[in-house]
């Protein structure tokens, strides 16, 4: 024989809460499943950017670094060997990531408000190619944008 | 035979259960729903991380995102697109939707900028100048 459940055992006999009691329970452990599924999403945030054409003439000219409040873009280039990248700020060689902060630092001391252009080889990892554009925005640079070169002719 | 409690003590309330059963039908539905949209247009991609990577607030926007894999293939609304048919693609959207387009590339670390190059000539060449990098905040978990 089945035994009554303890609710009717206390006299509560007739009641129509009696059956909202399950679906309580499915709910609220529906509701725990998804707010705990949703803690394990990665946040995402956005880098924003524009675009900078570029043509061979402005690559060319860039060849000593510039003297000091005498240019209006600093140019990084970011080389990839198959192992490391490698940087160029206005063409002098900067040998890593931090180097490239310090030197960008002293480059805003200078002038606020010039445009930094990110000019990576073709086989870089884009990661890198972040990094630096990272490195540009927290010296707060303003400007800050990728040189694309235009589509060759097929 | 156990009798129903209801019809026992005669009861003519509300039957609440198919209200419930459909209540939950529609509760899957649109769970399930959202999840396979979530995951047409956002891959489970390895971002890079930066630090100054701002929240995403702006919503009005009108906004594309493209997606490009470890293998540098370029995924457009779920679909994999060749890098020399975004121009047109792009074009067709930005004369639709104005010239305030947003294109979002989220793009995978292990990507390298030769397979994201070609998204940056095809907004140049569809005018628009308005693209952002999709980013973590931090390492995930």
């Known amino acids: 024989m089945k035994a009554p459940s303890s609710y009717v055992r206390?006299?509560?006999?007739?009641?129509?809460?009696?059956?909202m009691t399950p679906m309580i329970d499915v709910v609220f452990q529906l509701l725990i499943f998804f707010v705990w599924t949703s803690s394990f999403q990665v946040i995402e945030q956005v880098l924003p950017s524009s675009l900078s054409s570029s043509t061979g003439n402005q690559q060319a000219t860039l060849e000593q670094p510039p003297?000091?409040?005498d240019f209006d873009q600093v140019v990084i280039r970011i080389g990839w060997d198959g192992a490391a990248p490698s940087f160029r700020i206005n063409e002098a060689p900067v040998p890593s990531l931090a180097e490239i902060r310090s030197s960008l630092e002293r480059l805003h001391a200078v002038k606020q408000d010039a445009t930094v252009i990110l000019h990576p080889d073709p086989a870089?990892?884009?990661?890198?190619?972040?990094?630096?554009?990272?490195?540009?925005?927290?010296?707060?640079?303003?400007?800050?944008?990728?040189?694309?070169?235009?589509r060759r002719a097929p | 035979m156990r009798v129903p409690r209801a019809r026992r003590q005669g009861s003519f309330g509300f039957n609440m259960?198919?209200?419930?059963?459909?209540?939950?039908?529609?509760?899957?539905?649109?769970?399930?729903?959202?999840?396979?949209?979530?995951t047409e247009t956002q891959l489970d991609l390895r971002l890079?991380?930066?630090?100054?990577?701002?929240?995403?607030?702006?919503?009005?926007?009108?906004?594309?995102?493209?997606?490009?894999?470890?293998?540098?293939t370029l995924w457009l609304?779920?679909?994999?697109?060749?890098?020399?048919?975004?121009?047109?693609?792009l074009s067709e959207v930005r004369s639709a939707e104005g010239d305030n387009l947003e294109v979002r590339i989220r793009g995978s670390r292990a990507a390298t900028y030769a397979d994201v190059e070609p998204i940056m000539q095809a907004c140049t060449e569809a005018g628009i100048w308005n693209v952002s990098y999709a980013v973590f905040r931090e390492e995930p978990r």
């Open chain 1, 10 to 19: 206390a006299g509560n006999t007739g009641n129509n809460s009696e059956t």
């Open chain 1, 67 to 69: 003297p000091e409040a």
């Open chain 1, 124 to 150: 870089v990892p884009l990661e890198h190619v972040i990094n630096c554009y990272d490195q540009a925005k927290l010296v707060r640079f303003e400007k800050v944008s990728f040189a694309v070169n235009p």
């Open chain 2, 17 to 38: 259960t198919p209200m419930i059963d459909v209540v939950f039908q529609l509760i899957i539905f649109f769970l399930v729903a959202s999840h396979l949209t979530r």
């Open chain 2, 48 to 72: 890079p991380v930066a630090r100054s990577g701002a929240e995403d607030t702006d919503f009005e926007t009108p906004r594309v995102t493209i997606n490009v894999k470890d293998d540098g």
């Open chain 2, 77 to 89: 609304s779920g679909r994999e697109i060749a890098a020399e048919r975004l121009a047109p693609q």
